[in-house]
Nanobody, 119 residues
Framework: QVRPMESGGGLVQPGGSLSLACEAA????????LGWYRQAPGKERELVAS??????????NYADSVKGRFTISRDIVKNTAYLQMNSLKFEDTAVYYC??????????WGQGTQVTVSS
């Protein structure tokens, strides 16, 4: 069974940085499209960043609100996806979820990790 496990969330001041990790038990991440999503209270879940599968070229995509501040990456050896978040803002506060996507019928969500940006 595929079980994404997020870690790295926490409390950070505006302008600070956090690095999220998504370890994937039960599958290899290379063939998957990986996505980081977030959901703030009272809002819908939104895509923050994605990276294509290795075979598709591994192209990255970012929400306009995080371009230039967030970086998504994948470590094949560690079988882990990352989201490096810099210059954090109050509005980045949310629960961040990792999604491992193979197809519409075969994709998996983690439990989420809380990121709180507060002074």
């Amino acid at each position: 069974q595929v079980r994404p496990m997020e870690s790295g969330g926490g409390l950070v001041q505006p302008g600070g940085s956090l690095s999220l990790a998504c370890e994937a038990a039960g599958t290899r991440l290379g063939p998957a499209r990986l996505g980081w999503y977030r959901q703030a209270p009272g809002k819908e879940r939104e895509l923050v960043a994605s990276i294509g599968s290795i075979t598709s070229g591994g192209s990255t995509n970012y929400a306009d609100s995080v371009k230039g501040r967030f970086t998504i990456s994948r470590d094949i050896v560690k079988n882990t996806a990352y989201l490096q978040m810099n210059s954090l803002k109050f509005e980045d506060t949310a629960v961040y979820y990792c999604n491992i996507y193979f197809s519409d019928d075969y994709n998996f969500w983690g439990q989420g990790t809380q990121v709180t940006v507060s002074s």
